[in-house]
């Protein structure tokens, strides 16, 4: 499941508990993506804890690895019909 041109995505279960179970992101998570060849992170965003956010863009950068954060197609479709 892992090799050149994997790509990663970090979310939450849709009735994760995120008092005590919360999406991490940290320099590690991009170490092993690039030991593996993984060439894209993406975190939902408000919902994952990046940690070191300045040291994981320079490291992104340097292992050519993209990293985006968006929001969950549920959140946006739910955002779409309140309106």
């Keep these: 499941l892992a090799g050149p041109g994997t790509r990663i995505v970090k979310v939450a279960k849709p009735n994760q508990d995120m ?3 919360v999406p991490v ?3 590690p998570t991009l170490e092993a993506m690039r030991t593996a060849g993984a060439t894209l992170l993406s ?3 408000g919902k994952a804890l990046v ?5 994981i863009v320079r490291f992104a950068a340097e292992a050519r ?3 985006v954060a968006r929001s969950s197609i ?3 479709t ?3 019909t309140n309106k």
């Design 51 to 55: 940690f070191d956010l300045d040291e």
């Design 43 to 45: 975190v939902d965003a």
């Design 65 to 67: 690895i993209t990293v």
């Design 78 to 80: 739910k955002q779409q």
């Design 74 to 76: 549920n959140q946006s």
């Design 19 to 21: 008092r005590f179970d």
């Design 25 to 27: 992101v940290g320099l």
